[in-house]
């Protein structure tokens, strides 16, 4: 049974909340990594432009300064976004993490993108899962010796809820690993924004896009779902296809996340302050479905989202809330008391636990530790 520490959000004038957080990784254990003269990759949510649901970089901060005292190098990281966003490629993803707060003088520490400037810089980890052979994750992420991953934990519109797994697995993915991970989905062109300049054509190593009468299209029986073609429209009129399961969906997130973690030390913490409804790659966020609960570590992420969904169900909905709205139109329902059901009933965010559990990422089962 693995450990979950927890701590709620209440502070004095003896211990402020930032202080909470290093209290909770020190009685964690996360001294007993070892970082001398290591580099330590701190995974992060930056938070897309317009969001303001993103942890706050105080958080950030916290860890990075941890690291830094323990004689380690941290720096902040994430890879770009499948969508079309202010996160596509590396110069927008640095603006937007400088713009919501996530600079080197705020934070101590440098943000490095892991997937490089246009989400093609990936490293080819084999795990030979179920789903995945072979994972294509971000090669900074790869890169660190150590590998921490911070969680603003909150709703998720396909996953159920975004918590440590989401942030390791689907966050960690190189642009082609993201895809991957969405059943194969393969991307489409919006003829309107399309102006055939041929710039998809030419980043394709095997010819899939074809232009005709000035328009774009892809060959879906050629693309392998590379993603390169996103990175490089000057439109944006290339999108990803989001076809297949909820529950592939799940497995492959898992066996992502099983590929960044295996054979190096790994630490996991997770927020629960904020809880929108949606993931923080919308570029807005709606009131939260319930109240804000606490802190979390633990080293197996797994047992952290069980213990952060758990925590999460026994709260009350508030009322103006999607949750508080799909509460009152379905109260049958709402008797099961899974709050992230509710919110987004085409989810099941179980079977993403239930995968990671049979390979052995860490155990549903938990002790719940409050300090």
């Known amino acids: 049974m693995s450990k979950v520490y927890f701590t709620d ?65 941290a720096f902040l990281t994430d890879c770009n976004t499948l969508y079309v966003g202010s996160r596509k490629n590396a110069l927008d993803h640095l603006d937007t993490a400088y713009v919501n707060g996530f600079s080197p003088l705020q934070t101590g520490c440098h943000v490095i ?55 390791i697995g689907m966050g960690s993915g190189s642009r082609a690993g993201k895809m991957e991970q969405h059943c194969d989905g393969k991307p489409n062109v919006n003829p309107e924004k399309c102006i055939g300049c041929g710039a998809c054509d030419r980043i394709c190593a095997h010819g899939a896009p074809k232009i005709e009468n000035r328009k774009a299209t892809i060959d879906h029986d050629i693309c392998v779902g590379c993603g390169r073609c996103l990175a490089v429209c000057p439109k944006d009129a290339i999108t990803a296809g989001f076809d297949g399961s909820i529950a592939r969906l799940n497995y492959r997130m ?89 919110t987004h009933p085409d989810t099941e965010w179980e079977s993403c636990l239930e995968h990671a559990e049979k390979i052995g990422l860490g155990s549903r089962e938990y002790e719940l530790v409050r300090i």
């Open 254 to 342: 898992a066996e992502y996340s099983l590929a960044v973690c295996k054979d190096r030390p790994c630490f996991h913490i997770s927020l629960i302050c904020d809880v929108s409804p949606n993931c923080d790659c919308h570029g807005e966020n709606d009131v939260p479905i319930i109240p804000d609960i606490g802190m979390l570590a633990s080293f197996d992420p797994v047992a952290l989202d069980q213990a952060c969904a758990d925590l999460c169900n026994r709260m009350p909905a508030i009322d103006d809330s999607v949750l508080g709205e799909n509460i009152h139109e379905h109260p049958e329902e709402a008797a099961h008391h899974d709050h992230f059901h509710m």
């Open 113 to 167: 993108i892991a997937d490089g400037l246009k989400g093609t810089d990936e490293t080819l980890v084999p795990i030979n899962g179920e789903y995945v052979k072979e994972a294509k994750i971000g090669h900074a992420i790869m890169d660190a010796d150590i590998f921490i991953s911070l969680t603003h934990f909150k709703g998720h519109e396909m996953a159920g809820f975004g918590g440590a797994i989401k942030n």
């Open 9 to 73: 959000f209440r502070a004095d004038m003896s211990e402020n909340l930032l202080q909470k957080l290093h209290r909770l990784m020190k009685t964690t254990g996360f001294e007993e990594i070892d970082f001398t003269d290591k580099y330590a990759a701190i995974k992060i949510h930056f938070g897309e432009y317009g969001n303001l649901a993103f942890l706050r970089p105080n958080y950030a901060k916290v860890v990075a300064d941890y690291v830094k005292e323990l004689g380690g190098k």
